[in-house]
């Protein structure tokens, strides 16, 4: 039987502490890659169900125990022409360098690994963002735009880094409060 990381759940203290930076080595390459792995088999029915996981498109290495500026986010995306884009990021210690003044929510609110309790509410994120990390896929340091649902998900695995869970940002008086300007995805 295949072994599966077990996920931090936010009633730890740990997912909430900032983490460090990560060193650029073998052995947090090969986790980032283990935690890109995690989330393919996430994302298999069969799987999940067997080893009572949940789906996820993002993983934060303090998800898994690694208090360390390390994340990965990996799902795919099927396109109008029947073609299907893999979205696979693999970062070490990002770092958001621009942001949109745009911002943009998920009309089903986010989900994460770590929470298993409901919060409903729109949390908003910048439109689109550029991130300067050590790409795992490219071997070097680079810098990703990414805009919508893709810098989405970026911005939620890295507030992870900083201790900051998804329902942090739902306004608490109006959890569905609309703002103007915002795109709802
Ligand atoms: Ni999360």
Same mark, same amino acid.
């Given at each position: 039987m295949k072994k599966y990381f077990k996920i931090v759940k936010d009633n730890s203290n740990s997912i909430r502490s900032k983490c460090v930076d990560a060193n650029i080595d073998q052995e947090t390459i090969d986790l980032v890659n283990s935690m890109k792995d995690y989330l393919i088999d996430s994302q298999n029915e069969e799987i999940r169900n067997k080893y009572h996981m949940r789906e996820g498109v993002g993983l934060a290495a303090p998800q898994i125990g690694k208090n360390i500026r390390a994340l990965v986010v990996y799902y795919e995306e099927p396109q109008e022409d029947g073609s299907v884009k893999i979205i696979d990021h693999r970062l070490i210690n990002p770092k958001i360098i621009l942001e949109?003044? #745009?911002?943009?929510?998920?009309?089903?609110?986010?989900?994460?690994?770590?929470?298993?309790?409901?919060?409903?509410?729109?949390?908003?994120? #910048?439109?689109?963002?550029?991130?300067?990390?050590?790409?795992?896929?490219?071997?070097?340091?680079?810098?990703?735009?990414?805009?919508?649902?893709?810098?989405?998900?970026?911005?939620?695995?890295?507030?992870?880094?900083?201790?900051?869970?998804?329902?942090?940002?739902?306004?608490?008086?109006?959890?569905?409060?609309?703002?103007?300007?915002?795109?709802r995805l």
């Open positions: 949109s003044v #745009k911002e943009a929510y998920l009309s089903n609110g986010e989900g994460c690994l770590s929470v298993d309790d409901e919060h409903q509410g729109y949390v908003y994120r #910048k439109y689109k963002i550029q991130v300067k990390a050590y790409d795992v896929c490219l071997k070097k340091e680079n810098i990703i735009t990414a805009y919508g649902f893709e810098a989405i998900v970026l911005q939620h695995e890295i507030d992870h880094l900083d201790g900051i869970l998804f329902y942090d940002h739902i306004n608490k008086k109006d959890p569905f409060l609309v703002k103007d300007g915002a795109v």
